[in-house]
């Protein structure tokens, strides 16, 4: 199984940006990030973990949810087996804390947590008004 650390959280004003960090290990064979598609979620206190954007392993194709469309940028870089999730434009609503996570190799990309293996600790992100 996988094993992913997310890093990069902070506290940041509303209309700054962050960069958040999801190192991936643990890899079998001849795998890198490259063969999993990788999710974040998001999960605030009190609210049920949401799903924020996944990059596929096929073609590298980024999905975001509505929330998040045009402020935040999912990007992989297979040479440090890291997935990166760039935000921008942070709005006090995007507090919470991040995950990042892989469904089984060979699965593809969901906004449904249970379709997620392998989940890394959490970083909080926390946007002040």
């Known amino acids: 199984e996988v094993q992913l650390a997310e890093s990069g959280g902070g506290l940041v004003q509303a209309g700054g940006s962050l960069r958040l960090s999801c190192a991936a290990s643990?890899?079998?064979?001849?795998?890198?990030?490259?063969?999993?598609?990788i999710g974040w979620f998001r999960q605030a206190p009190g609210k049920e973990r949401e799903w924020v954007s996944c990059?596929?392993?096929?073609?590298?194709?980024?999905s975001y949810a509505v929330s998040v469309e045009g402020r935040f940028t999912i990007s992989r870089d297979k040479t440090k087996n890291t997935v990166y999730l760039q935000m921008g434009s942070l709005k006090p609503a995007d507090t919470a804390n991040y995950y990042c996570?892989?469904?089984?190799?060979?699965?593809?990309?969901?906004?449904?947590?249970?379709?997620?293996?392998?989940w890394g600790q959490g970083t909080q992100v926390t946007v002040s008004s």
């Open positions: 990059i596929s392993s096929a073609d590298g194709t980024a």
């Open positions: 996570a892989a469904p089984p190799l060979d699965s593809e990309c969901s906004w449904l947590p249970p379709d997620y293996e392998s």
């Open positions: 643990g890899f079998t064979s001849d795998y890198d990030i490259s063969d999993y598609d």
